[in-house]
């Protein structure tokens, strides 16, 4: 409803905010006085789950405010305060100030709190409050209310229900998510539809979604990487999770189309429409659509920039030209309405045909449609299976049977991590090597200072020693084979790399010197799977569990985070995962405190940090609000994208008698990035210092805990 109510009154000089000495009374039939705040402290959710002594502490500390009627408690946009207020007397309203005339959210009565989501957040007031009468507020300053949140475990998860299911702080999202399950189960999804619920979510690491005046370059980077490379000229995407039998040979009917930044097959159909074969689950399909919406968002504000005819004119010409008669591009570039750093933003984008990719832009008009085939009704082998199949074919050429037969002394150690930092340090070429590699970058000019670990600066090094001079990597494979290091060739199914390594034939040669060898008595089998992608990771970890069953011993996961406490390059060790998906808490074993002294010591520079992770839905599926909700009332101290869904495979497994009790589970995450530090960019990459050392300190450790 409008509000017919006169000017309010914003002179504060006007409150009195006084120390609380509980002289406001309720009589009781005795005659004596309770004290009004500390009653309803007592009463009240959360405070009710605060002891006596922290109640009272509280009422020490906090600050009683009178107010007159139609004067105003805060105003909308207030960023100087973030302090949480309880009303003890009299009524007041809640705000809608952009409005006009301003609007009436709510009436708020004795016993309300408000003020409370700048208080856990730090976010400007969301709305404003003003009093209906005169009244009086109990008033806690935000830092102590945080203090309590971290304090109090029970007082930390009443308040977090309250905000997520009475005040809907997530609502956005659980919009966003329920139009793009529609538009799943319908089998299209209109990308102009989305765009607008995309900004609405405000993603952490897309800052400048809202802000037409600035083109977020670092966000547009980071999309280009992780979509088709023909992105501009496509119109239509096909997004499958298993191909179509009419199309079992998608190599031998249509060209393929890089991905820069994911592992993902994408095929050219025909002119202006793409294939996309997506991992199964939504999280795959949610990353192609929010960096489609992303990537609308940012080169829309591109368009607009040029939408002038003779502009537009200007580029169709420039692009008809022959190839010998552009020779300038950079001089026409120069007369676009970009300031310099801006056209390096955009020639560091797209490096080749900058011109055409500025044109296809304004013409393009962002008008994407998404085609979703999920598979229903289909009796032949899902991809995952064919992938579980291919695995269980070359463990059977390793081993001599195949797994259903394994003998029960042959112990399975599977292990989920990128499939470089396993190999090299197993990889005797490395160690034999490392003066070869150390010398040519010394002569080169490339070696870099701060190792703690000298043999990470060898791996950091290699990349580019092999660059320049391609036969060594063919050396690489053949000291990889001959050590026992198996990498079953990649087929067009799930993504994932697998590598599958015989730690006795390891053992017989001089491996990364981080790595303790014990007797290596005994048979064993390494299985060694690439990243998954969210969702995937529950069926992936089902399958090789049921593959391999009662002969796994061990389950290590090493994967990247985000960190909400700490830094890049810091390790995070989970002892819980809360999936963001109904907020279901699972905790893990305890952490084995060895394993965290031994990481600290070998990274010295960086945190070793415990807490629980939060398992999330998407890279851009997080505000800064929510990620400081799972902060401060959940104390999560990272975020990633497939810890809850191994975890709840593993357990399965183990409750129905698939994977023995007692198998080891570890779980280790290197901080890439945080999303809650100022100034923090997607497209901004760990430097070589921030992301081997961490790397390489986990893969150590885990496979001494296998080896040894």
């Not at 105003?75 to 009303?87: E, F, I, K, M, R």
């Not at 390096?344 to 962002?366: C, K, L």
């Not at 001089?510 to 390494?526: E, K, R, T």
Request: proline share 5%.
């Amino acid at each position: 409803m409008a509000l017919p109510r006169g000017e309010p009154v914003i002179n504060m000089a006007k409150k009195e905010e006084k120390g609380y000495r509980g002289d406001m009374k309720i009589e009781t039939p005795d005659g004596s006085g309770l004290d009004l705040a500390g009653v309803l402290l007592s009463t009240i959710v959360p405070f009710r789950y605060l002891s006596a002594p922290t109640r009272q502490q509280l009422l020490a500390e906090g600050r009683r405010v009178d107010l007159v009627g139609n004067e105003m408690v805060f105003t909308q946009g207030d960023a100087g305060d973030d302090s949480v207020y309880l009303l003890l007397s009299g009524s007041a309203e809640s705000l809608d100030m952009e409005r006009s005339p301003w609007f009436r959210k709510n009436v708020l009565e004795p016993g309300t709190i408000f003020g409370e989501q700048s208080g856990v957040f730090g976010t400007p007031r969301s709305y404003g409050v003003r009093t209906l009468e005169t009244s009086s507020c109990f008033k806690i300053s935000g830092g102590h209310f945080r203090t309590l949140l971290s304090e109090s475990r029970a007082f930390a998860q009443a308040f977090g229900a309250k905000l997520r299911d009475s005040l809907g702080i997530f609502d956005a999202f659980d919009l966003f998510l329920a139009e793009i399950v529609r538009g799943v189960a319908l089998g299209h999804l209109e990308i102009r539809r989305f765009v607008d619920l995309y900004r609405n979510l405000a993603p952490a690491l897309h800052r400048k979604a809202t802000d037409q005046s600035i083109i977020d370059f670092d966000a547009l980077a980071y999309a280009t990487r992780r979509l088709p490379d023909n992105t501009l000229e496509t119109f239509v995407f096909l997004l499958t999770d298993n191909l179509p039998s009419v199309y079992a040979s998608p190599d031998l009917l249509f060209p393929p189309v890089s991905t820069d930044a994911r592992r993902r097959f994408v095929y050219r159909m025909m002119p202006g429409k793409d294939m996309v074969l997506v991992r199964s689950g939504l999280s795959d399909l949610l990353d192609f659509v929010t960096c489609l919406c992303l990537f609308s968002v940012e080169t829309r504000k591109i368009r607009y920039r040029l939408n002038h005819p003779e502009q537009i004119l200007a580029l169709s010409s420039r692009c008809s030209l022959p190839a010998e008669a552009r020779q300038d591009d950079d001089e026409f570039m120069a007369r676009l309405p970009f300031d310099p750093g801006e056209l390096a933003s955009i020639r560091h984008i797209w490096p080749e045909r900058t011109v055409e990719r500025i044109r296809d832009i304004v013409f393009h008009r962002q008008a994407y449609s998404v085609d979703v085939r999920k598979q229903v009704n289909n009796y032949n082998a899902s991809l995952s299976e064919r992938w579980t199949a291919q695995i269980g074919e070359a463990a059977r050429q390793v081993i001599g049977s195949g797994p259903a037969d394994f003998p029960d002394e042959l112990a399975v150690h599977i292990i989920s991590s990128n499939t470089h930092s396993v190999s090299n340090c197993l990889n005797p070429f490395f160690v034999e090597h490392a003066e070869d590699i150390l010398t040519w970058a010394d002569s080169t000019g490339r070696r870099l200072g701060g190792w703690d670990q000298g043999q990470d600066e060898v791996y950091y090094l290699a990349r580019d020693w092999f660059r320049d001079d391609p036969r060594r990597v063919d050396r690489v494979i053949e000291s990889e084979a001959s050590c026992g290091i198996i990498r079953v060739p990649e087929t067009m199914t799930t993504g994932i790399q697998v590598q599958l390594i015989d730690p006795s034939r390891v053992c017989r040669s001089p491996i990364d010197p981080g790595v303790s060898i014990g007797s290596c008595a005994g048979s064993s089998l390494i299985v060694n799977i690439d990243y998954a992608f969210g969702e995937q990771a529950e069926e992936i970890m089902r399958n090789l569990l049921m593959l391999f069953g009662r002969n796994v011993r061990s389950i290590s996961v090493l994967g990247k985070a985000g960190a909400l406490e700490g830094q890049r390059g810091d390790v995070l060790a989970p002892n819980a995962f809360i999936e963001q998906a109904g907020d279901a808490f699972q905790p893990l074993p305890p952490v084995d405190a060895g394993a965290m002294k031994r990481l600290s010591a070998a990274l010295p520079r960086r945190r070793v940090i415990e807490g629980p992770l939060l398992t999330v839905r998407g890279t851009l599926l997080q505000n800064q609000r929510m990620l400081n909700f799972y902060r401060r009332v959940w104390a999560c101290v990272g975020l990633e994208m497939e810890g809850a869904y191994y975890w709840r495979a593993i357990l399965e497994s183990e409750q129905l008698g698939v994977l023995r009790g007692g198998a080891a589970k570890r779980f280790y995450y290197y901080v890439s990035d945080a999303p809650l530090a100022a100034g923090e960019s997607l497209s901004a990459r760990l430097t070589p210092q921030e992301g081997v050392p961490p790397l390489y300190a986990i893969t150590r450790e885990i496979l001494t805990g296998i080896i040894s």
